[in-house]
T-cell receptor
Framework: DAGVIQSPRHEVTEMGQEVTLRCKPI?????LFWYRQTMMRGLELLIY????????DSGMPEDRFSAKMPNASFSTLKIQPSEPRDSAVYFC?????????????FGEGSRLTVL | QQQVKQSPQSLIVQKGGISIINCAYE??????FPWYQQFPGKGPALLIA?????SEKKEGRFTISFNKSAKQFSLHIMDSQPGDSATYFC??????????FGQGTRLTINP
């Protein structure tokens, strides 16, 4: 079975440009999470969805960040406008469970570099 | 109170030795404590997890020891192998799916 699929794997862009990261969760999983990983701050939860509905976006750093999940098989994380401090690896993860903790299945990440 | 503090930041162990990574937390409402393993260029993957109603859980060479009164838990890797070289993250959550991760430990096993 395919795991969580993220694209692009690498993105290099210039400050001020719009960036869109994409995620396809594992089929049948009901929860989807976006994490950001940096050396300084480690793994931070940005937002998560249950059944395509955003449940908690308190980790989204500011209004420049937005996330959507239009259907059960697709989610996007958008940064507009991007800044150098947004450079990080962005991970999408999915889980088959709702309302209880359990294993998260991570994608391989999207490495973003903002010049 | 939402933090999980992990130590050491990096660890070098000889092949066959025991690797020990420690984590501490403050929020007594946490009820799930997983460890994730991450190889370079990959996403984290669940290694082993424990709930606070037990003090120890073992899966193969990997053991979690949990001390509820001290609010600490640790990962022990017995007979460490070069293939165990990776970054390890402890984490905690309280039933609402929000995992809080430690800062990570880069483990190197020397052959």
């Amino acid at each position: 079975d395919a795991g969580v699929i993220q694209s692009p794997r690498h993105e290099v862009t210039e400050m001020g440009q719009e960036v869109t990261l994409r995620c396809k969760p594992i089929s049948g999983h009901n929860s989807l999470f976006w994490y950001r990983q940096t050396m300084m701050r480690g793994l931070e939860l940005l937002i998560y969805f249950n059944n395509n509905v955003p449940i908690d976006d308190s980790g989204m750093p500011e209004d420049r960040f937005s996330a959507k999940m239009p259907n059960a098989s697709f989610s996007t994380l958008k940064i507009q406008p991007s800044e150098p401090r947004d450079s990080a690896v962005y991970f999408c993860a999915s889980s088959p469970r709702i309302g209880e903790t359990g294993e998260l299945f991570f994608g391989e990440g999207s490495r973003l570099t903002v010049l | 109170q939402q933090q999980v503090k992990q130590s050491p930041q990096s660890l070098i162990v000889q092949k066959g030795g025991i690797s020990i990574i420690n984590c501490a937390y403050e929020n007594t409402a946490f009820d799930y404590f997983p460890w994730y393993q991450q190889f370079p260029g990959k996403g984290p993957a669940l290694l082993i997890a424990i709930r606070p109603d037990v003090s120890e859980k073992k899966e193969g060479r990997f053991t979690i020891s949990f001390n509820k009164s001290a609010k600490q838990f640790s990962l022990h890797i017995m007979d460490s192998q070069p293939g165990d070289s990776a970054t390890y993250f402890c984490a905690a959550s309280m039933g609402a799916q929000k995992l809080v991760f430690g800062q990570g430990t880069r483990l190197t096993i020397n052959p």
